[in-house]
């Protein structure tokens, strides 16, 4: 069976993921200074404007505009002549207690352990997902966009190609057969530039300069499509062109077009949030089922209720490519192997740490510094499962 898979990435300059660097920064601010603060920033940015809202209970308060000021000139900005405003308070109260002490710990007057004590700061359904097609564990489509985009950003800051701007976008389209990549299907790529560089040099340059390099583990053959700038200027663009607001780049965020999303935005979130810290949980655990040889492709789903420490639902899906047991013997493994209340997720990938910043652009999976990416948990579930 033949089918198309697609996946986006965006670069720093991207307006939507600037402002996820911005509430990610506000986060690892706090973090720094308070490992126990509690996080849900949200920022909105358009032209000469930057507003922060949302709820921040810290025994420290961040500099919000200098973090605003310094993420704008990382991501290649200028901040004369912005204006900042600022929304915070603290966290509802009746919010809070139900994360402090959770609906088991209450019920069984501390009975139920420290494990059990904190509940999750929401409901939810979070969605992990591995494959083994490629050494990320990653989909083909979501690897490649990022390499682009990785590409395009290290050609603008070195350099390396001249008079092109920060803001800028790559969407790759895979030919799957039989479930597995074979030919690259069509690649765009958009990216701002001056007034004066010339549209036809600079496709040149991105096909030689960025795509040839970001390309090698699936090269265009003579049919693959490829656009760049299909709009033909872009020299508007940025912040000047459109308006940035968190959470709205979920796919570029996670595995693009090919698995399914929970629907809860990562960025600016401390993780008792299990939208975030949930997330992270089912990619370590479904990467470990693939680094295993459990199953070919594994897609973890975790959901949680507000106050509640166990989640209400543990599934597993391996799309028939499970080699060892049936899926739903893979999911009842996971609470002997991986501790998947919210205490347990944030002491094993020790997420109290400020290591957010990072993640908010080239995607929060298949890179290999974050901690939700090891596979340390291998042996222990081949000897649960085998």
């Known amino acids: 069976m033949r089918r198309y898979y697609t996946a986006e990435s965006v670069t720093e300059g991207h307006p939507d993921k600037v402002c996820d660097q911005i509430a990610d920064a506000i986060l690892d601010e706090c973090l720094k200074h308070d490992p126990s603060s509690r996080v849900a920033c949200e920022v909105l940015a358009t032209r000469g404007n930057v507003f922060v809202a949302g709820e921040i209970s810290s025994g420290y308060e961040p500099p919000v505009f200098d973090v605003i000021r310094k993420v704008l000139g990382e991501c290649g900005y200028c901040t004369d002549g912005i ?89 790759v389209t895979v030919e799957y057969e039989d479930e597995k990549p074979v030919r690259l299907e069509s690649v765009v790529v ?37 656009l760049v700038n299909p709009s033909g200027r872009f020299v508007c663009g940025g912040l000047d062109a459109d308006t940035g607001l968190t959470g709205r780049k979920l796919m570029v965020d996670t595995y693009g077009s090919m698995v399914p999303h929970g629907g809860g935005a990562f960025s600016g979130k401390d993780c008792s949030k299990v939208d975030r810290s949930a997330a992270y949980m089912a990619r370590y655990i479904a990467k470990n089922m693939v680094a295993a040889g459990l199953a070919s492709r594994c897609q973890v789903s975790l959901a949680y209720a507000i ?11 391996t799309f028939g490519t499970g080699k060892v047991c049936a899926d739903d013997c893979l999911a009842r493994a996971i609470p002997l192997v991986f501790g998947v209340t919210p205490v347990q997720i944030m002491e094993s990938l020790r997420l109290n740490r400020p290591i957010f910043r990072q993640t908010a652009v080239f995607g929060h999976f298949g890179r290999k510094e974050f901690p939700w990416e090891r596979t340390d948990k291998v042996l222990a579930l081949q000897d649960t499962i085998l």
Do not use: W
């Open 83 to 171: 204006e900042m405003d600022t929304f915070v308070h603290q966290q509802s109260p009746d919010i809070a207690k139900a994360v402090i002490v959770s609906k088991e710990f209450r019920d069984n007057n501390g009975k139920k352990g420290r494990d059990r004590s904190r509940g999750a700061g929401d409901q939810g359904v979070m969605v992990g997902y591995a494959c083994d097609e490629t050494a990320q564990l990653m989909p083909m489509p979501i690897v490649l966009a990022h390499r682009i985009t990785r590409e395009l950003s290290a050609c603008r800051r070195s350099g390396y190609i001249k008079d092109i701007f920060s803001d800028g976008k790559a969407q």
């Open 190 to 226: 958009s990216c701002q530039h001056s007034a004066e560089k010339s549209l036809k040099k600079l496709e040149t340059e991105i096909r030689e300069k960025v795509l040839r390099p970001a390309l090698r583990l699936l090269p265009p053959d003579e049919d693959t499509k490829i």
């Open 307 to 317: 106050g509640v420490a166990e989640p209400v639902m543990i599934a597993v899906d």
